[in-house]
């Protein structure tokens, strides 16, 4: 598979105008318009996981991209320190305030569908590499209740990768999260589908590089790593990920047993 070059591909808009909020959004996120003309799902750096949340987001969402996933352009989203004064509900008011700055918008897919499990189809090869996926970033938020997919055109799409990286809330013992088997796979929505583990896992340690992770952790900003101060320097937070996530693919077979062991247990 042919890598993409992110160095230069994220874009930069400026909210412009405040459309609704999504409130089936844990972190409640918006709708948004943006100076280029085109509407937002905006992601605050002010919600409940603050920064680490967009970090994850952007990680998350480009690394499966470069996969050949389906996912919504992901921007930077700058609010302006203006923006929102006029607000009148005083929670988004609140949220705005916290979020002046850079912040993380994905296109918004006009008339998207929320993928449904029981009337949507997924084929088992796609189910297995969405469930490899997952399971590789620690993304805890593909589930039954909550499946973080969306029908569009009448093909699959990936959003919401925010939950993903769960080490990163503690930064302690790394190389222990990595070599977690991830028991929160069991929960997965694709995971009775996934048939084609196996497959997916040889292709996936043929598809991924370390310049494909670094050009994806290059295009995190700065601000959001050393915000947290969990570790000294940018350059420094985006070794640990580098690690977690090549780490996490060398020894790919725990977290790969661990899902098949749940797949068989429901079917």
Same mark, same amino acid.
């Given at each position: 598979?042919?890598? *993409? ?16 909020? =999504?409130?089936? @959004?844990?972190?409640?996120? #918006? ?5 280029? @003309? $085109?509407?937002?799902?905006?992601? %605050?750096? /002010? ?10 987001e952007l990680i998350? @969402?480009?690394?499966?991209?470069? +996969? ?14 203006? $923006? ?13 305030? &916290?979020?002046? /700055? ?5 296109? %918004? ?5 929320? %993928?449904?499990? /029981? ?15 997952? #399971? ?11 499946t973080n997919l ?14 993903? %990286? =769960? $080490? ?17 796979? *069991? ?7 996934? &048939? ?31 915000? &947290?101060?969990?570790?000294? /320097?940018?350059?420094? #937070? ?5 690690? $977690?996530?090549?780490?996490? =693919?060398?020894? &790919?077979?725990?977290? +790969? ?11």
């Amino acid at each position: 598979m042919q890598e *993409k070059n992110l160095r230069d591909s994220l874009r930069l808009v400026n909210v412009t105008r405040y459309v609704m909020p =999504l409130r089936e @959004g844990g972190s409640l996120p #918006a709708l948004a318009e943006a100076d280029d @003309g $085109f509407n937002y799902v905006l992601k %605050f750096k /002010g919600a409940g996981q603050r920064e680490k949340a967009l970090i994850a987001e952007l990680i998350g @969402g480009e690394l499966a991209r470069n +996969l050949g996933f389906r996912v919504p352009e992901i921007v930077l989203a700058n609010l302006d320190e203006a $923006f929102g004064r006029s607000e009148g509900d005083e929670e988004i008011q609140d949220l705005l305030k &916290s979020s002046q /700055g850079l912040n993380l918008a994905l296109h %918004f897919l006009s008339k998207a569908m929320t %993928f449904d499990p /029981g009337a949507s189809k997924v084929d088992d090869y796609l189910a297995s590499r969405i469930v490899w996926f997952d #399971a590789w970033i620690t993304n805890v938020d593909r589930t039954f209740r909550n499946t973080n997919l969306l029908i569009w055109n009448r093909e699959v799409w990936l959003i919401d990768h925010g939950a993903s %990286f =769960l $080490f990163h809330h503690s930064w302690e013992n790394f190389e222990r999260h990595a070599l977690s088997p991830f028991a929160f796979i *069991k929960d997965h929505v694709l995971l009775p589908r996934a &048939s084609q583990l196996d497959r997916v896992d040889e292709e996936m340690k043929n598809s991924i590089t370390p310049d494909m992770i670094r050009n994806v952790l290059d295009e995190v900003p700065e601000e959001w790593l050393l915000s &947290s101060r969990d570790v000294e /320097g940018a350059d420094k #937070a985006r070794q640990v990920y580098e690690s $977690f996530l090549l780490k996490r =693919l060398e020894y &790919s077979e725990v977290f +790969l047993t661990e899902a098949k062991n749940a797949r068989e247990a429901l079917i």
